[in-house]
């Protein structure tokens, strides 16, 4: 045995009629789909479901799978707390998994848990299957802040436990879609956001997982998703396999968008290992990229490099351009991963004797002390992707008439607050959105006046 079907599904506590009172009937063909969903579960009986859930704990470099025997919870904070959901755990399943994780030196397992209680993440697709199917046992995962590369093979290691055990499995991805489909939705309309959904649901609907690795970490945070990960990480479960692919429904009526797909495995198919495809396409994109870098970008890799594998930092090496040397700027260096940042750390103006050495002092801090991410490994370092921004002189700016998001870099500052964001960002398109970022990022609240500065950047 092993994992026979796996379900895409939504989570607003609305659709519970306790809580919904009526207003779920905005949403009957969700409803409908999970009562589908809750008769198929029923008739394949499994003995374990495997719930990822967005609300679960999250870390941003480990992915927490709740330990214990049982857990409960309930809809006290949608203000019906008789709404209880009690849960047994498959502590075998669990253990198994843990132990995979730990063989392969693998960020999961079952330390760090924050709250013991169930999430509603979690507590809403049970409310439904529990309508129609009791008699299994629970394993619930959370996310991560890792690339997806790592949602997906997390889903591969719950395959492997499940086929190991022969434990007849249902895989449940929880997560909704876009939250900003309507502009008196509860996060208000950008275009990404039914834009997103579309794309999602076109995947999902024909079981295209290779194309959720398409999605950049820009285009998901404008589109304001949720499941975006626990959907990788139930295509990783299952890997190789060939599935029927079913759209159930999608309906978006409150600003929020709810698609609920049902897969059911048939037989192993060699080309549906989609990590292994996408990591090919990977592998060339970025030798490609290598050798279109220039001094600037090498530069940093190598500093990079050898610190990460080494722990030195290197001196500045001959056979540079003359700039390199002779020119004091302020620099910054920012690292991707998977198409997500991995690592940003610069300085406004010159602190070190030249911008080779500017380069080289940041391009370390980039990699290992972004307080925001893990240190760089060194099997992540041929999946990275390296940019330097060399910056310009500041200028004042006298409003925001001044900016411009596109040409100029900003630099907000309140008293000993400062803040700074660079110019031509993916999924920064306007002036106030760089200006609100640059305050978030100092602390600045958006009420308080600040002193505005501009500057441009040459970007390698």
Known sequence: MGITAAYMVPHPPLIVPEIGRGEEAGIQDTIHAYEEIGRRIAADRPETIVLVSPHQTMYADYFHISPGAEAAGDFGRFCAPQVRITVSYDTEFVNALCAQARTADFPAGTAGEREPRLDHGTMVPLYFVNRHWESYRLVRIGLSGLPLRQHYELGQYIRKTAEALGRKTVVIASGDLSHRLKEDGPYGYREEGPAYDARLMEAMGSGAFGKLFAFSEDFCDRAGECGHRSFVMMAGALDGMDVKAERLSYEGPFGVGYGVCAYRET???????????????????????????????????????????????????????????????????????????????????????????????????????????PPITADELERLVISVDVLGETERAASMADLDVKRYGVIVTKGAKRGLLLPNLEGVDTVEEQVSIARQKAGIGAWEDVELERFEVIRH
């Open 267 to 373: 037989e192993r198919a060699a080309g549906r290992h989609f990590l292994m495809r996408y990591e090919e396409d990977e592998r060339m994109r970025l030798a490609r990229r290598r050798t279109a870098e220039d001094d600037w970008v090498r530069l940093a890799r190598r500093t990079i490099t050898e610190y990460v594998r080494n722990g030195r930092v290197i001196e500045v090496p001959e056979g540079l351009p003359a700039e390199l040397y002779h020119q004091r700027a302020g620099v910054f260096v920012s690292i991707k991963e998977d198409g997500w940042l991995r690592g940003c750390i610069g300085t406004i103006q010159a602190v070190q004797a030249s911008v080779a050495e500017e380069i080289i002092q940041n391009a370390v801090s980039a990699s290992t002390r972004d307080p925001r991410f």
